[in-house]
């Protein structure tokens, strides 16, 4: 069954730890994105990515980094967590122009 | 910047009654979508109309655009408390590549 996976669901770590979010789709779309959407609020896109080896920051500048050795694997790391950094990141994928797929989300709290 | 503005932001209706959301944008589109999200899940694609369609229907959802006003509305109508839950607009603006731009949503709350 195609589907968009996210781990871990829920994290929660100390201040300048290096943390990696996992997004993989079974697909095949050569588009993924990354979100980051604060509780009741907008989504705001933070990175792209278009096919492999090919990635770009979004809308909305972030301290993380992407990666995207593989079409179906979309990596966000972030080296040094910090407490603003505490929001949900959602992961989707997508042919161009069409729907997007999200996956269902990670809710990180850094302390 | 947010493309898209959404009206209400919060609704409140009883099962049974129609709900209408509206959403305006401000830059010329290739498509707009509609999504629905649960509290703390990821996003679901609802619908999606092209800038060349003026009406589109999909079970009880019925979601009109006009590109002259820059504006679509989204309406449930019967609505369920499994309706309940938050709905984006998002818009794929014409030199954007595909890259979806979201108003900040509407929360429904549909009460049996």
């Known amino acids: 069954e195609a589907d968009i996976y996210q781990t871990p669901r829920y994290l929660v770590i100390g201040t300048g730890k290096k943390i990696t979010l996992e997004c993989s789709q079974t697909m095949g779309h050569d588009k993924m994105y990354w979100y980051q959407q604060d509780p009741g609020m907008e989504l705001h896109l933070i990175h792209y990515s278009y096919g492999v080896n090919s990635t770009e920051k979004g809308d909305l500048s972030s301290e993380s980094t992407v990666s995207r050795i593989r079409t179906e694997h979309f990596p966000l790391t972030l080296e040094s967590a910090r407490p603003s950094h505490t929001s949900q990141y959602l992961c989707?994928?997508?042919?161009?122009?069409?729907?997007?797929?999200f996956g269902p989300g990670t809710r990180l709290t850094v302390l | 910047s947010q493309q898209g503005e959404e009206d209400p932001q919060a609704l409140s209706i009883q099962e049974g009654e129609n709900a209408t959301m509206n959403c305006s944008y401000k830059?010329?589109?290739?498509?707009l979508q509609w999504y629905r999200q649960n509290s703390g899940r990821g996003l679901v694609h609802l619908i999606l109309i092209r800038s060349n369609e003026r009406e589109k229907h999909s079970g009880r959802l019925r979601v009109t655009l006009d590109t002259s006003k820059k504006s679509s509305s989204l309406l449930i109508t019967a609505s369920r408390a499994a309706d309940t839950a938050s709905y984006f607009c998002?818009?794929?603006?014409?030199?954007?590549?595909?890259?979806?731009?979201f108003g900040a949503g509407t929360q429904v709350v549909v009460t049996p």
């Open positions: 989707a994928s997508s042919e161009i122009f069409n729907e997007q797929f």
């Open positions: 830059t010329s589109i290739n498509n």
């Open positions: 998002a818009t794929v603006p014409t030199d954007s590549w595909g890259k979806l731009q």
